[in-house]
């Protein structure tokens, strides 16, 4: 939302208070409160019918700062409210500034507002002349809104999946969850957080709409504005990009490690086509005739019957033994996965139970809330009410009691604000935190039945600390090279945000791919966190296309599994720490000035480069960072810094290997869930003076650990675990080692 009318006027019809005096301040041991008067006080008249803005800071965290905006302090609290968890932290304050770790919050004092931010004694960013703002509309309506510095060459990331412009500098982007495809500037994922190449995040602890403007209406700063009279940020100092993703998902909450089955390939019903288990049948012998792995099937929404969205009953018409279909699908070494959403269509006898329940949310005047939007008549559950949300959970209990191991939790963005809440919830501010709740509820239901590590989820909406419940994919794209670029976009931008794992539809969900599109599309989804094969009207099976796509998606299954000993260590990084599988080159290569706006390449992990290929022939323009890289597939070095242009075949891709990694690579193609210890071989690339360690993980935490050690032209790797063959390569040569040899010695030629 913009405020001015250029550099110095006001837009009409709105009246903007400043803080302009630092007129006093109290310090409490782990807070300062500041009063700033809207104009200067020179003497006792000055005071009256003067607003006074109060500025609270506070440290949650080490490295982190709360700031707190108010005007008006009357207003009664509004849920629903972020869970942002609080850490112990040695808080020092005087009467004009605060300090968390090696951050420091610095106010002006006297008639020179400013709040300015420094970490290890460097500004990092600030809110200077006229930065902070109480508005008032002739309309009646309050505002809010902060505005902090950007510098030179300051580039902005996250807020969210969004599919546009990766770097969000020049943008105006409202925080508001809404079905709006791949294709524009609405999102699925909404998250009020970002990152700058400066070395900070901020974090805006306000879970209804937040309108952001970057470098778009000021040129120089970032500002966030909401609706009311009180707005709260918190600022996080990293230094670099991924220490601020560790401290900001400390905050909000970190990923659930998936079971490393659901890294496999999804096979799913695609969305409006005709099946029956005769299909599923054909479909996963069709993938076994051919060797192609699959991992899960995927039953999308007409598993149930038409117009009874959701019942959570199969359609006896087309699955007349839903319980033996299950088992004979888990008899061949299958998961399922079944489509949901939160939303009960009036057909369905649950619309009639709901309503009698009070399950279902309500108008002001009792009513229960319906449209025919998507289903007919359809009412939202309550996830607000605890009965409803047990209601909701039992039905999906009795689907995992009968063979089901996921649920894709689609939807969850269309939530009105016209309604009346059980708990009370400001509309507002629920339209966006629905989806927490849901996929809360779909996501313990699973935990709970399961057991902790076995629950997974195919999510669509999220927001702050929706991350806790993995995995999210991108929506409904299109069938083409420019919708497979957006999509990337879209990740990117959600993993720099605090989302550790994120998957796509492979070739795109709308429309029919050209085999071209299919095939390229293959080797980036089987080189994402998640794979899944998915459509809206056709189907997404290789051999539809011809029999190059299938050897395609053989080749580059087989690669991920092959890749798992390596892809499961960097879950768990996501799961610890929180950095993100998929990671934008600016995550990785800060202090790089080449990196700043790559959308079209990713480090998947610390260490493999990928650049999907976006053209038909295979030309393809990726950008090394400095040092020997190597391609996994050719062992071919490139020299960095520099771009790189080649062309590729359907069955290769740029992937390239940082110099001094070691990647463990697993002996298994078949799946993805093996013990990653017996018969891995240790590929190592440029090693590096020092020492080098990388944990393979086995069952129930048994891992190994691999250490290399470099001293000139000498190499010793070790290991520590259970014995186990395993063996050793360095460019061509290959080293079989015994179960009982836990160390070898190389010499570099």
């Given at each position: 939302?913009?405020?001015?009318?250029?550099?110095?006027?006001?837009?009409?019809?709105?009246t903007?208070?400043?803080?302009?005096?630092f007129?006093?301040?109290?310090?409490?041991?782990?807070?300062?409160?500041?009063y700033?008067?809207?104009?200067?006080?020179r003497?006792?008249?000055?005071?009256?019918?003067?607003?006074?803005?109060?500025?609270?800071?506070?440290?949650?965290?080490?490295?982190?700062?709360r700031?707190?905006?108010?005007?008006?302090?009357?207003?009664e609290?509004?849920?629903?409210?972020?869970?942002?968890?609080?850490?112990?932290?040695?808080?020092?304050?005087?009467?004009?500034?605060?300090?968390?770790?090696?951050?420091?919050?610095?106010f002006?004092?006297?008639?020179?507002?400013?709040?300015?931010?420094?970490?290890?004694?460097?500004?990092?960013t600030?809110?200077?002349?006229?930065?902070?703002?109480?508005?008032?509309?002739?309309?009646?309506e309050?505002?809010?809104?902060?505005?902090?510095?950007?510098?030179?060459?300051?580039?902005?990331?996250?807020?969210?999946?969004?599919?546009?412009?990766?770097v969000?500098?020049?943008q105006?982007?409202?925080?508001?969850?809404?079905?709006?495809?791949?294709?524009?500037?609405?999102?699925?994922?909404?998250?009020?957080?970002?990152?700058?190449?400066?070395?900070?995040?901020?974090?805006?602890?306000?879970?209804?709409k937040?309108?952001?403007?970057?470098?778009?209406e000021?040129?120089?700063?970032?500002?966030?504005?909401?609706?009311?009279?009180?707005?709260?940020?918190?600022?996080?100092?990293?230094?670099?990009?991924?220490?601020?993703?560790?401290?900001?998902?400390?905050?909000?909450?970190?990923?659930?490690?998936?079971p490393?089955?659901?890294f496999?390939?999804?096979?799913?019903?695609?969305?409006?086509?005709?099946?029956?288990?005769?299909?599923v049948?054909?479909?996963?012998?069709?993938?076994?005739d051919?060797?192609?792995?699959?991992?899960?099937?995927?039953?999308?929404?007409?598993?149930?019957?038409?117009?009874?969205?959701c019942?959570?009953?199969?359609?006896?018409r087309?699955?007349?033994?839903?319980?033996?279909?299950?088992k004979?699908?888990?008899?061949?070494?299958?998961?399922?996965?079944?489509?949901?959403?939160?939303?009960?269509?009036?057909?369905?006898?649950?619309f009639?139970?709901?309503?009698?329940?009070g399950?279902?949310?309500?108008?002001?005047?009792?009513?229960?809330?319906?449209w025919d939007?998507?289903q007919?008549?359809m009412?939202?559950?309550?996830?607000?009410?605890p009965?409803?949300?047990?209601?909701?959970?039992?039905?999906?209990?009795?689907?995992?009691?009968?063979?089901?191991?996921?649920?894709?939790?689609?939807?969850?963005?269309?939530?009105?604000?016209?309604?009346?809440?059980?708990?009370?919830?400001?509309?507002?501010?629920?339209?966006?935190?629905?989806?927490?709740?849901?996929?809360?509820?779909?996501?313990?239901?699973?935990?709970s039945?399961k057991?902790?590590?076995e629950a997974?989820?195919?999510?669509?909406?999220?927001?702050?600390g929706?991350?806790?419940?993995?995995?999210?994919?991108?929506?409904?794209?299109?069938?083409?090279?420019?919708?497979?670029?957006?999509?990337?976009?879209?990740?990117l931008?959600?993993?720099?945000?605090?989302f550790?794992?994120?998957?796509?539809?492979?070739?795109?969900f709308?429309?029919?791919?050209?085999?071209?599109?299919?095939k390229?599309?293959?080797?980036?989804?089987?080189?994402?966190?998640?794979?899944?094969?998915h459509?809206?009207?056709?189907?997404?099976?290789?051999?539809?296309?011809?029999?190059?796509?299938?050897?395609?998606?053989?080749?580059?299954?087989?690669?991920?599994?092959?890749?798992?000993?390596?892809?499961?260590?960097?879950?768990?990084?996501?799961?610890?720490?929180?950095?993100?599988?998929?990671?934008?080159?600016?995550?990785?290569?800060?202090?790089?000035?080449?990196?700043?706006?790559?959308?079209?390449?990713y480090?998947?992990?610390?260490d493999?480069?990928?650049?999907?290929v976006?053209?038909?022939?295979?030309?393809?323009?990726?950008?090394?960072?400095?040092?020997?890289?190597?391609?996994?597939?050719?062992?071919?070095?490139?020299?960095?810094?520099?771009?790189?242009?080649?062309?590729?075949?359907f069955?290769?891709?740029?992937?390239?290997?940082?110099?001094?990694?070691?990647?463990?690579?697993?002996?298994?193609?078949?799946?993805?869930?093996?013990?990653?210890?017996?018969?891995?071989?240790?590929?190592?690339?440029?090693?590096?003076?020092?020492?080098?360690?990388?944990?393979?993980?086995?069952p129930?935490?048994?891992?190994?650990?691999?250490?290399?050690?470099r001293?000139?032209?000498?190499?010793?790797?070790?290991?520590?675990?259970?014995?186990?063959p395993?063996?050793?390569?360095?460019?061509?040569?290959?080293?079989?080692?015994?179960?009982?040899?836990?160390?070898?010695?190389?010499?570099?030629?």
């Amino acid at each position: 939302m913009k405020f001015t009318d250029g550099y110095w006027r006001k837009r009409d019809g709105l009246t903007v208070l400043h803080p302009a005096h630092f007129q006093d301040s109290v310090a409490a041991p782990d807070s300062l409160t500041v009063y700033a008067a809207t104009r200067p006080v020179r003497h006792r008249g000055d005071t009256l019918n003067a607003p006074l803005m109060t500025v609270t800071c506070s440290a949650p965290a080490p490295d982190v700062i709360r700031v707190t905006i108010e005007h008006f302090q009357g207003l009664e609290p509004r849920l629903p409210e972020f869970a942002i968890a609080s850490s112990p932290v040695d808080v020092v304050v005087d009467d004009t500034s605060i300090t968390s770790g090696a951050l420091t919050a610095r106010f002006n004092p006297g008639e020179n507002w400013a709040l300015d931010f420094f970490a290890d004694g460097r500004r990092i960013t600030g809110s200077g002349w006229k930065g902070m703002g109480i508005v008032d509309t002739d309309d009646g309506e309050s505002y809010v809104h902060e505005q902090l510095d950007l510098g030179v060459g300051e580039t902005v990331y996250g807020l969210g999946e969004r599919f546009g412009p990766f770097v969000k500098n020049g943008q105006s982007i409202d925080i508001w969850n809404e079905d709006g495809g791949t294709s524009s500037e609405q999102a699925y994922k909404n998250v009020p957080f970002y990152f700058t190449n400066a070395g900070y995040g901020v974090l805006v602890d306000h879970p209804g709409k937040v309108s952001f403007e970057v470098a778009s209406e000021m040129v120089s700063r970032t500002q966030f504005s909401v609706a009311g009279q009180s707005l709260s940020y918190l600022v996080i100092h990293g230094p670099t990009p991924a220490d601020v993703i560790r401290k900001y998902t400390a905050l909000t909450g970190r990923p659930a490690l998936p079971p490393a089955w659901s890294f496999g390939l999804w096979l799913t019903t695609s969305f409006t086509t005709s099946y029956d288990e005769e299909t599923v049948n054909k479909f996963v012998g069709g993938f076994h005739d051919r060797d192609l792995p699959l991992s899960v099937f995927h039953f999308d929404t007409f598993w149930m019957r038409e117009f009874n969205w959701c019942d959570f009953e199969w359609d006896s018409r087309v699955f007349p033994d839903p319980p033996g279909m299950l088992k004979r699908l888990a008899d061949r070494g299958l998961r399922t996965c079944l489509w949901i959403n939160p939303y009960i269509a009036q057909r369905s006898a649950l619309f009639a139970e709901g309503k009698a329940k009070g399950y279902l949310v309500k108008r002001a005047n009792g009513d229960v809330f319906q449209w025919d939007l998507w289903q007919a008549g359809m009412g939202l559950v309550d996830f607000t009410n605890p009965s409803a949300r047990e209601w909701y959970a039992a039905k999906l209990r009795g689907l995992v009691e009968m063979g089901v191991d996921a649920f894709k939790s689609d939807f969850g963005e269309r939530v009105p604000t016209d309604v009346v809440w059980h708990d009370g919830s400001d509309p507002e501010r629920m339209h966006n935190y629905y989806t927490q709740l849901y996929n809360q509820v779909v996501f313990d239901v699973l935990r709970s039945s399961k057991g902790e590590g076995e629950a997974v989820l195919f999510a669509r909406s999220a927001t702050v600390g929706g991350q806790q419940f993995p995995v999210h994919w991108g929506g409904d794209n299109s069938s083409n090279f420019e919708s497979m670029a957006e999509s990337l976009r879209g990740g990117l931008s959600l993993m720099s945000s605090g989302f550790g794992f994120w998957s796509h539809d492979i070739g795109g969900f709308e429309g029919l791919p050209d085999p071209a599109v299919f095939k390229r599309w293959v080797a980036f989804g089987l080189l994402s966190s998640h794979s899944r094969l998915h459509g809206s009207t056709s189907y997404r099976v290789p051999w539809d296309f011809d029999e190059e796509a299938v050897d395609v998606l053989r080749h580059f299954t087989h690669l991920k599994y092959r890749l798992m000993p390596y892809l499961f260590g960097v879950a768990r990084e996501a799961h610890l720490d929180g950095l993100p599988v998929m990671r934008p080159m600016a995550f990785s290569f800060p202090a790089d000035p080449a990196v700043t706006h790559l959308d079209r390449q990713y480090l998947l992990g610390g260490d493999l480069l990928v650049a999907p290929v976006f053209t038909a022939g295979g030309d393809v323009q990726f950008y090394v960072p400095a040092g020997r890289w190597t391609h996994f597939l050719t062992g071919e070095v490139v020299e960095g810094p520099g771009w790189v242009r080649e062309t590729h075949a359907f069955d290769s891709v740029p992937l390239l290997v940082r110099p001094g990694a070691m990647i463990p690579v697993g002996n298994r193609v078949d799946r993805p869930d093996y013990d990653y210890r017996d018969g891995v071989t240790l590929r190592l690339f440029e090693p590096a003076e020092g020492r080098t360690a990388v944990v393979v993980p086995g069952p129930a935490g048994a891992d190994s650990v691999f250490t290399v050690v470099r001293e000139g032209a000498e190499i010793r790797i070790g290991r520590t675990g259970d014995a186990l063959p395993w063996r050793v390569q360095l460019g061509d040569e290959v080293t079989e080692l015994a179960a009982d040899q836990d160390s070898c010695t190389l010499t570099l030629g």
